[in-house]
């Protein structure tokens, strides 16, 4: 199983441009959420999905979209990037009431 | 609103001392907690993690107890590495119902050889 994986790596981005992170596991798992994590700071949550066709807010949504078409895929969509959202960002995915496996992360830019 | 905290950002350690990181939680409510670590440049990596009907769990030379009186949690190294140092985090659990975990803010280990 390759688990959870995300794409890009790295990205930067001018301010006003949008694009996606893409993030997709392999395990079935029902749960997926994105993170963005800050230096010195924990992991806060932008949205999550509980399955296929639902989606939720976290604690910071505001700037990013997200869809869940499939089981497998969760991409984030950032709307027209700002440098306050320069950050690292992780995609996670989990069994109801387990514990979570997180992506390698994407270091995102914004000048 | 709920949180969970880490008493200590920063902890250094001799290599083979033992390593306590605690974490304070406030919600009574939580009923499942992990530990995670996270290595330079990585993902979080799961430790360990308790449910709320136990009291100290363990699992290779890392013990997670959990004190639900003062709503404490610890996570304990034994013999500790140099490949221990990282930053841990623990989380709880949303007992509302959404399972999506809420962290905290870390505490970065360092090993000294």
């Known amino acids: 199983n390759a688990g959870v994986t995300q794409t890009p790596k790295f990205q930067v981005l001018k301010t006003g441009q949008s694009m996606t992170l893409q993030c997709a596991q392999d395990?079935?798992?029902?749960?997926m959420s994105w993170y963005r994590q800050d230096p010195g700071m924990g992991l806060r949550l932008i949205h999550y999905?509980?399955?296929?066709?639902?989606?939720d807010q976290g604690e910071v949504p505001n700037g990013y979209n997200v869809s869940r078409s499939t089981t497998e895929d969760f991409p984030l969509r950032l709307l027209s990037a700002a440098p306050s959202q320069t950050s690292v960002y992780f995609c996670?995915?989990?069994?109801?009431?387990?514990?979570?496996?997180f992506g390698p992360g994407t270091r995102l830019t914004v000048l | 609103g709920e949180s969970v905290g880490l008493h200590l950002p920063t902890l250094s350690v001799q290599e083979g001392d033992n390593s306590i990181i605690n974490c304070a939680y406030s919600?009574?409510?939580?009923?499942?907690f992990i530990w995670y670590k996270q290595e330079s440049g990585k993902g979080p990596q799961f430790i360990i993690d308790?449910?709320?009907?136990?009291d100290k769990r363990q699992g290779q030379r890392v013990t997670v107890l959990l004190n639900k009186t003062v709503k404490h949690l610890s996570l304990q190294i034994a013999a500790t590495q140099p490949g221990d140092s990282a930053v841990y985090f623990c989380?709880?659990?949303?007992?509302?119902?959404?399972?999506?975990?809420?962290f905290g803010r870390g505490t970065s280990l360092i090993v000294h050889p």
């Open positions: 996670a995915s989990s069994y109801a009431g387990n514990e979570q496996f």
């Open positions: 395990m079935n798992h029902e749960y």
């Open positions: 999905s509980v399955g296929a066709g639902i989606t």
């Open positions: 919600n009574s409510a939580s009923d499942y």
């Open positions: 308790i449910r709320s009907n136990m």
């Open positions: 989380a709880e659990d949303d007992p509302g119902g959404s399972y999506i975990p809420t």
